[in-house]
């Protein structure tokens, strides 16, 4: 059963990822999305209950869906490490490729976390390539 999520809350995620479609739908400015599951972050740390994703699951899938149909990449944190839930879904509108990214403000901070990142994206099916940076693109088997 999810955790009861009081309707502002719930509407205030899903106007930050309406937001969030109609700038991929309206721009082209940008090759990585970053911060999908910004609104999401601080959920855990300020409730006992961790919040149900499922509640917004259409409006994230939705926003996903056209940034991947754009070409773009979604960006991983390694610091407020993004839920493996929210990957999956990437994965599940053809999402092709993530990045990872930092939100380090201390530079012995930055890059913290990132095997985890890197781990969790390998699991997905994500690989880096042959450069030591760029994005890592989703493995095709024939």
Do not use: Q
Request: proline share 4%; hydrophobic share 45%.
């Amino acid at each position: 059963m999810e955790p009861l999520l009081a309707p502002s809350r719930l509407r205030c995620r899903g106007d930050y990822l309406a937001g969030i479609a109609t700038i991929i739908s309206t721009s082209e400015v940008f090759a990585i999305l970053a911060r999908i599951d910004y609104s999401l972050r601080y959920w855990s740390a300020k409730v006992a209950v961790p919040f149900g994703f499922t509640l917004v699951e259409d409006e994230f899938r939705h926003a996903l869906r056209l940034t991947a149909s754009s070409g773009r990449a979604l960006e991983v944190n390694s610091r407020l490490p993004m839920n493996s839930v929210i990957l999956a879904w990437w994965c599940g509108e053809d999402g092709d490729a993530v990045t990872f990214g930092s939100d380090a403000c201390r530079p012995l901070k930055f890059g913290h976390g990132f095997s985890d990142a890197a781990r969790m994206a390998g699991t997905c099916g994500f690989h880096g390539g042959s450069a030591l940076r760029g994005m890592w693109v989703r493995r095709t088997y024939l």
